[in-house]
């Protein structure tokens, strides 16, 4: 079926520094790719989305490339503020299942001052 | 806008016994909630779809005698865990989504259950 990975584990960097999030996916057909953060002690929210092969979703300072000839979905950006400490979430939507959402693992981001 | 909430936010049972967990959408109306389940350091499974008004559909490997879900209004739906185990534990999340297929899903904070 429908999978997404993360890379593992945590990531802590300080203010200011560069930040990738790599993701990859398997999928039958065309799906469409999110980005989702969770702050602490609130619900998930779309971060970003791409639904078509190099697109390019991008929000709050973040980018994300839907590259379907490498299967991958990398989060990026380029200087990361305290506020920014949340958990990640890559995600696709399975256009032939309802559009189900099948996540990653997540990943927790602390940015240090 | 596009505000869901979850209630509790956390809940302890003993074993054997049922507790239930509420979705509601505060400031729009649901046609399909979706529930889901995440275990420490692991991503969210999608439990089961429900519609309002019908029955909803699990995902294989779900019981669905044992996780009841109740759509009954559009900004409503519910999951009664019933004679919970320990394993049951968990942190359940639900979402709600306004529309059809294109339409986005906006998810409450979870209810963490523990089942002692």
């Known amino acids: 079926g429908d999978s997404v990975t993360q890379m593992e584990g945590p990531v802590t960097l300080s203010e200011e520094a560069f930040l990738t999030i790599n993701c990859t996916y398997t999928?039958?057909?065309?799906?469409?790719l999110f980005w989702y953060v969770q702050y602490p002690g609130e619900g998930l929210q779309l971060l970003l989305k791409a639904t078509k092969a190099d697109d390019k979703g991008s929000n709050k300072g973040f980018e994300a490339t839907y590259r379907k000839e490498t299967t991958s979905f990398h989060l990026e950006k380029g200087s990361v503020q305290v506020s920014d400490s949340a958990v990640y979430f890559c995600a696709l939507s399975d256009p032939y299942g309802n559009n189900r959402l099948a996540f990653g693992k997540g990943n927790q981001v602390v940015v240090i001052p | 806008g596009a505000v869901v909430s979850q209630h509790p936010s956390r809940v302890i049972c003993k074993s054997g016994t049922s507790v239930k967990i509420e979705c509601r959408s505060l400031d729009f109306q649901a046609t399909t909630m979706f529930w889901y389940r995440q275990f420490p350091k692991q991503s969210l499974m999608l439990m089961a779809t429900?519609?309002?008004?019908?029955?909803?559909?699990?995902e294989q490997g779900v019981e669905k005698d044992k996780f009841l879900i109740n759509h009954a209004s559009l900004t409503l739906s519910t999951l009664t865990v019933t004679s919970a185990h320990p394993e049951d534990s968990s942190f359940y999340i639900c979402?709600?989504?306004?529309?059809?297929?294109?339409?986005?899903?906006?998810f409450g904070p979870g209810t963490r259950l523990t089942v002692t």
């Open positions: 999928a039958t057909g065309y799906p469409s």
């Open positions: 979402s709600a989504r306004v529309g059809g297929l294109n339409y986005e899903q906006y």
């Open positions: 429900s519609n309002e008004g019908s029955k909803a559909t699990y």
